[in-house]
């Protein structure tokens, strides 16, 4: 381990030594087991060895990156890179990696993921939970994901760490007819909180309950969305907070700071907190991840940062860096304080959607978009599921869509899928209000 | 170099294990790439990635695993776990792969001007004068952001039935992003491209006058834009539009392992299924559409000679005049639906398995000019561009959202249209086509499967297609 830390830091001073005004390194030893499923058994189970240092320095502000696999060739690749600083070009909002020398909280990853055994018994667990639901019948599939890294980060401006990053998912889709399912995830940093049953179970609830779906109606409608959807608006509204995107114009909350964009009810973090499967000490530039609130009871109140966008917004680093696109790690919605059973009992004539895809903008500065709710999706009337739908889509504006949160569960779930909730998020039930509803022609 | 000795000696390692099936795929990527954002060049990078995988087929399962550690030691690990995992599947169904005759092959593209050989100076040059153009061209756009990204793509794939392909493959992409501001009102576009060759790419992107178009026209729509009055009319597609269409209404619905299953959670199943009501032989377009897959279109983005399992591409015919005629296949596929490999298996990188994934996908050209398309239209939209669009993931019910479109009247075109939407189903899209143009227009893309993701290049475009009779919102 020391070994892999001093090997870092011999980069960042070689190529310190030929020049470079600054110059950071990044090493990860990652490990990564992955079992994919489907019609109830094992399509493959992968592997993946991966022993990158991710290297960038600055030469009169002249930014410039590479990789090194395994610390081969190391002289070769930094002298290489130095002799691209010079001929490239001046980043005049370059503003330097972090300054400081940091003392990161204590990692406390999951060693036992390190080389997790057998993935297969916590695949068949989750269909067997799943069949308990909705019968013998079901189609299930999914994925089962685990991951180790060893990080080791040597920055010549001080920061100086090593990190060790956990995490386990289970994704499960369960068909109990052809177009009725049910999509549930499973996430944790730790095998101990690992429950591959909670996932089987749900998702084969929503499954059993989704059968006989009609193509539903279009409309305007109060919709609760479950923590999985939730996960993917989550997503996007943290996404939209990045610095970089928020100056190329791929935000809606530009020129928002300090203006109220949500109700008082609504409260956004981002926070690379411990059980998160983004868990983590530092950024990639070695400042120290922290809390930060994103939305404040419905302001606006940051941007995410890295160090040279936050001297161009004149504040300080959110520990969010990318080098070049600062990114949120883990965001949290406040919890409300309704319970998940009061949100369905204020629904009239309303929707429950469980699960979305494939959301794209027609213009993210404006937030037009549309998104294909998939897998669950409930006509609700006073609490009560009338009918299974199918075949609908949201189209509608992202920030109303956050002006119109009318209530919050205190329940959350850490979710994440694919693409598609990405980054994962702790998620509530949340009822939003006039959401508009297309369908086919 | 690519870990060619590292390969064989992985591949003899897992045949003496007495495994039913193994093969090794070694890849070394050279990759640069550029950032500018208005103007600014936020990073410069350059990286050799190099490894390689192994997949195994044992007791009826299968295992894969993939590293860039280049030691004798690390490669037995990297087949130990492949063997263990595969051996740990205990499928109910004994996996095979389809029957291939063995090949022993070189392949490389081509390069009038070799990537390798042009600077990066000179690289940050032409993206920077793009950059100085839109700055300069009398429209307000008030943020950009370009990019590009050269590939040095070598592979060494061997399998445990003889097989032995060595390629080289150059390809260069870039991508642009453009916000204009006129009256306060903001709209926006996006633009990829895709070549596999060398910098002669940069001369037939024509990069520059394609974003100063795209800037045009988003100041059109700002100001003269005016929204459809709904209902049902006739459509004109151009190539960009009817390119997505193929692409997601009929290239991912043809791939095998979707109709098999084997995405059922991530990227979704597909409206065609055994026992369904759309499969080989239905009708699911007008006589008039045939839509290919075809990864032999030279220098094209998603070009290739052989594909990841080592099988010879070739033109594979989707939608014959109408009709489901062939799926897109890997040897997994083929084998569970009683039939051969089309050579259609991809992966994005030696640490990537190889799943089933197109091409080049697009509507086969017909006999009209673009013109007489529309001068047969009394009431309609032309819809040349789109911005936002999605499909839902049986690959049935999509929508595109025009981003240069304009109003046909009595064959003439009118006033531009702000964001006219076609929501609809592939079986009403595809048979509502009365009529293609003769022309044919590529775009780049990048397509997304796999999990982990794995984009990968993609030809989309085609010709221009005409609907009779669709709902237009």
């Given at each position: 381990m020391t070994d892999a830390l001093d090997k870092t830091e011999e980069i960042v001073k070689k190529a310190k030594g030929l020049g470079a005004d600054e110059a950071l390194a990044?090493?990860?030893?990652?490990?990564?087991?992955?079992?994919?499923?489907?019609?109830?058994?094992?399509?493959?189970?992968?592997?993946?060895?991966?022993?990158?240092?991710?290297?960038?320095l600055a030469w009169k502000k002249r930014v410039v990156m590479t990789q090194i696999h395994n610390f081969e060739d190391v002289e070769g690749a930094v002298k290489r890179l130095m002799d691209l600083s010079k001929i490239s070009q001046e980043n005049p909002t370059f503003g330097g990696f972090v300054k400081g020398k940091f003392k990161y909280a204590e990692c406390k990853a999951d060693e036992k993921l390190r080389e997790p055994g057998s993935l297969t018994d916590y695949v068949f667990e989750a269909i067997g939970a799943a069949e308990k639901e909705a019968g013998s019948r079901i189609e299930s599939g999914g994925i089962l994901f685990t991951k180790f890294e060893d990080v080791y980060l040597a920055s010549s401006e001080g920061p100086l760490g090593v990190d060790s990053r956990s995490a386990i998912e289970l994704s499960i889709r369960v068909f109990s007819e052809r177009e009725a399912s049910g999509h549930a995830v499973e996430c944790s940093s730790a095998l101990k909180n690992f429950k591959p049953e909670r996932a089987g179970g749900k998702a084969g609830e929503i499954a059993r309950l989704a059968r006989g779906p009609k193509v539903g109606e279009e409309g305007v409608y109060d919709v609760v969305l479950d923590p999985l959807i939730m996960g993917s608006f989550l997503a996007t509204w943290a996404s939209m907070a990045s610095a970089f995107y928020v100056m190329v114009r791929m935000s809606v909350f530009a020129e928002k700071?300090?203006?109220?964009?949500?109700?008082?009810?609504?409260?956004?973090?981002?926070?690379?907190?411990?059980?998160?499967?983004?868990?983590?000490?530092?950024?990639?530039?070695?400042?120290?991840?922290?809390?930060?609130?994103?939305?404040?009871?419905?302001?606006?109140?940051?941007?995410?940062?890295?160090?040279?966008?936050?001297?161009?917004?004149?504040?300080?680093?959110?520990?969010?860096?990318?080098?070049?696109?600062?990114?949120?790690?883990?965001?949290?919605?406040?919890?409300?304080?309704?319970?998940?059973?009061?949100?369905?009992?204020?629904?009239?004539?309303?929707?429950?959607?469980?699960?979305?895809?494939?959301?794209?903008?027609?213009?993210?500065?404006?937030?037009?978009?549309?998104?294909?709710?998939?897998?669950?999706?409930?006509?609700?009337?006073k609490g009560e599921i009338k009918e299974s739908w199918k075949d609908i889509r949201i189209s509608d504006n992202i920030l109303s869509m956050l002006s119109n949160v009318a209530a919050i569960s205190k329940e959350r779930q850490h979710v994440h899928w694919w693409g598609e909730a990405e980054p994962p998020s702790l998620a509530p039930y949340v009822l939003i209000k006039n959401v508009h509803v297309t369908k086919s022609r | 170099m690519v870990m060619e000795d590292l390969a064989d000696y992985a591949l003899k390692y897992a045949m003496d294990k007495g495994v039913e099936y193994a093969e090794v795929r070694a890849q070394k990527q050279v990759k640069e790439t550029l950032i500018l954002r208005s103007g600014i060049l936020?990073?410069?990078?350059?990286?050799?990635?190099?490894?390689?995988?192994?997949?195994?087929?044992?007791?009826?399962?299968?295992?894969?695993?993939?590293?860039?550690?280049?030691?004798?030691?690390?490669?037995?690990?990297?087949?130990?776990?492949?063997?263990?995992?595969?051996?740990?599947?205990?499928?109910?169904?004994?996996?095979?792969?389809?029957?291939?005759?063995?090949?022993?092959?070189?392949?490389?593209?081509?390069?009038?001007?070799?990537?390798?050989?042009?600077?990066?100076?000179?690289?940050?040059?032409?993206f920077s004068e793009i950059n100085k153009a839109l700055a300069s061209c009398g429209i307000n756009i008030a943020a950009n952001m370009l990019s590009c990204d050269v590939d040095l793509i070598s592979k060494y794939y061997v399998n445990s039935e003889g097989s032995k392909i060595s390629s080289f493959i150059p390809r260069i992409g870039a991508y642009s992003f453009i916000t204009v501001v006129e009256e306060g009102k903001t709209e926006q576009a996006y633009q990829q491209f895709g070549y596999s060759g060398g910098w002669e790419a940069l001369e037939e992107w024509k990069m520059e006058e394609r974003i100063l178009h795209d800037?045009?026209?988003?100041?059109?729509?700002?100001?003269?834009?005016?929204?459809?009055?709904?209902?049902?009319?006739?459509?004109?597609?151009?190539?960009?539009?009817?390119?997505?269409?193929?692409?997601?209404?009929?290239?991912?619905?043809?791939?095998?392992?979707?109709?098999?299953?084997?995405?059922?959670?991530?990227?979704?199943?597909?409206?065609?299924?055994?026992?369904?009501?759309?499969?080989?032989?239905?009708?699911?377009?007008?006589?008039?559409?045939?839509?290919?897959?075809?990864?032999?279109?030279?220098?094209?983005y998603g070009y290739y000679a052989y594909d990841d399992e080592g099988v010879r591409a070739r033109r594979r015919y989707l939608y014959k005049e109408g009709i489901i005629n062939e799926f897109l296949h890997n040897r997994e596929s083929a084998a569970k639906l009683g039939t051969r490999s089309n050579g259609s298996s991809r992966s994005a990188n030696y640490d990537r398995e190889a799943i089933v994934r197109m091409a080049n996908t697009f509507v086969l050209p017909g006999d009209y000019s673009e013109d007489e398309l529309i001068e047969d239209v009394k009431y309609g939209v032309l819809m040349k561009s789109f911005t936002e669009w999605n499909i839902d993931d049986k690959r049935f019910n999509q929508r595109y959202v025009g981003r240069e479109a304009y109003l046909i009247e009595n064959g003439e075109l009118k006033h531009p249209l702000a964001k006219p939407v076609i929501e609809t189903t592939t079986e009403k899209f595809w048979k509502a086509v009365d009529a293609v143009s003769k022309n044919l227009e590529f775009e780049a893309a990048t397509c997304g499967k796999g999990d982990p993701a794995q984009g990968i290049p993609v030809f989309t475009g085609g010709p221009s297609i005409r609907l009779r009779g669709v709902y237009i919102k």
């Amino acid at each position: 381990m020391t070994d892999a830390l001093d090997k870092t830091e011999e980069i960042v001073k070689k190529a310190k030594g030929l020049g470079a005004d600054e110059a950071l390194a990044k090493t990860t030893f990652g490990r990564y087991r992955q079992v994919r499923f489907s019609n109830n058994q094992v399509d493959v189970t992968l592997a993946w060895n991966d022993y990158v240092t991710d290297v960038a320095l600055a030469w009169k502000k002249r930014v410039v990156m590479t990789q090194i696999h395994n610390f081969e060739d190391v002289e070769g690749a930094v002298k290489r890179l130095m002799d691209l600083s010079k001929i490239s070009q001046e980043n005049p909002t370059f503003g330097g990696f972090v300054k400081g020398k940091f003392k990161y909280a204590e990692c406390k990853a999951d060693e036992k993921l390190r080389e997790p055994g057998s993935l297969t018994d916590y695949v068949f667990e989750a269909i067997g939970a799943a069949e308990k639901e909705a019968g013998s019948r079901i189609e299930s599939g999914g994925i089962l994901f685990t991951k180790f890294e060893d990080v080791y980060l040597a920055s010549s401006e001080g920061p100086l760490g090593v990190d060790s990053r956990s995490a386990i998912e289970l994704s499960i889709r369960v068909f109990s007819e052809r177009e009725a399912s049910g999509h549930a995830v499973e996430c944790s940093s730790a095998l101990k909180n690992f429950k591959p049953e909670r996932a089987g179970g749900k998702a084969g609830e929503i499954a059993r309950l989704a059968r006989g779906p009609k193509v539903g109606e279009e409309g305007v409608y109060d919709v609760v969305l479950d923590p999985l959807i939730m996960g993917s608006f989550l997503a996007t509204w943290a996404s939209m907070a990045s610095a970089f995107y928020v100056m190329v114009r791929m935000s809606v909350f530009a020129e928002k700071i300090g203006q109220r964009v949500a109700p008082e009810i609504v409260t956004l973090k981002d926070h690379a907190a411990q059980y998160s499967l983004a868990n983590r000490v530092f950024d990639d530039e070695g400042a120290p991840v922290r809390e930060n609130v994103i939305i404040d009871h419905g302001i606006l109140k940051t941007y995410l940062h890295n160090n040279s966008t936050a001297k161009l917004f004149k504040t300080e680093t959110t520990g969010n860096a990318g080098l070049v696109v600062p990114t949120p790690w883990n965001v949290e919605m406040e919890p409300g304080d309704a319970e998940v059973e009061e949100l369905f009992e204020g629904l009239k004539h309303g929707l429950y959607l469980t699960n979305t895809w494939y959301t794209r903008f027609q213009n993210y500065a404006k937030g037009d978009f549309s998104t294909i709710p998939r897998d669950g999706i409930f006509l609700v009337d006073k609490g009560e599921i009338k009918e299974s739908w199918k075949d609908i889509r949201i189209s509608d504006n992202i920030l109303s869509m956050l002006s119109n949160v009318a209530a919050i569960s205190k329940e959350r779930q850490h979710v994440h899928w694919w693409g598609e909730a990405e980054p994962p998020s702790l998620a509530p039930y949340v009822l939003i209000k006039n959401v508009h509803v297309t369908k086919s022609r | 170099m690519v870990m060619e000795d590292l390969a064989d000696y992985a591949l003899k390692y897992a045949m003496d294990k007495g495994v039913e099936y193994a093969e090794v795929r070694a890849q070394k990527q050279v990759k640069e790439t550029l950032i500018l954002r208005s103007g600014i060049l936020e990073a410069y990078s350059w990286s050799v990635d190099s490894g390689f995988c192994t997949r195994v087929i044992a007791k009826g399962g299968l295992g894969f695993a993939s590293t860039n550690k280049g030691t004798k030691e690390e490669a037995r690990e990297i087949v130990d776990l492949a063997i263990k995992y595969a051996k740990a599947s205990e499928r109910r169904d004994k996996l095979v792969f389809a029957k291939e005759k063995s090949i022993e092959a070189k392949w490389s593209v081509g390069q009038k001007k070799k990537l390798e050989d042009v600077s990066p100076e000179e690289k940050i040059e032409k993206f920077s004068e793009i950059n100085k153009a839109l700055a300069s061209c009398g429209i307000n756009i008030a943020a950009n952001m370009l990019s590009c990204d050269v590939d040095l793509i070598s592979k060494y794939y061997v399998n445990s039935e003889g097989s032995k392909i060595s390629s080289f493959i150059p390809r260069i992409g870039a991508y642009s992003f453009i916000t204009v501001v006129e009256e306060g009102k903001t709209e926006q576009a996006y633009q990829q491209f895709g070549y596999s060759g060398g910098w002669e790419a940069l001369e037939e992107w024509k990069m520059e006058e394609r974003i100063l178009h795209d800037a045009k026209v988003l100041k059109e729509v700002i100001l003269k834009g005016k929204a459809v009055k709904p209902g049902t009319m006739d459509l004109v597609c151009g190539p960009s539009v009817a390119g997505i269409a193929a692409h997601e209404s009929c290239g991912h619905p043809m791939e095998a392992d979707r109709i098999l299953g084997r995405e059922m959670s991530q990227a979704g199943r597909s409206f065609i299924y055994e026992g369904g009501p759309y499969w080989i032989g239905t009708r699911i377009g007008s006589e008039a559409v045939t839509i290919v897959d075809d990864p032999t279109i030279e220098n094209s983005y998603g070009y290739y000679a052989y594909d990841d399992e080592g099988v010879r591409a070739r033109r594979r015919y989707l939608y014959k005049e109408g009709i489901i005629n062939e799926f897109l296949h890997n040897r997994e596929s083929a084998a569970k639906l009683g039939t051969r490999s089309n050579g259609s298996s991809r992966s994005a990188n030696y640490d990537r398995e190889a799943i089933v994934r197109m091409a080049n996908t697009f509507v086969l050209p017909g006999d009209y000019s673009e013109d007489e398309l529309i001068e047969d239209v009394k009431y309609g939209v032309l819809m040349k561009s789109f911005t936002e669009w999605n499909i839902d993931d049986k690959r049935f019910n999509q929508r595109y959202v025009g981003r240069e479109a304009y109003l046909i009247e009595n064959g003439e075109l009118k006033h531009p249209l702000a964001k006219p939407v076609i929501e609809t189903t592939t079986e009403k899209f595809w048979k509502a086509v009365d009529a293609v143009s003769k022309n044919l227009e590529f775009e780049a893309a990048t397509c997304g499967k796999g999990d982990p993701a794995q984009g990968i290049p993609v030809f989309t475009g085609g010709p221009s297609i005409r609907l009779r009779g669709v709902y237009i919102k």
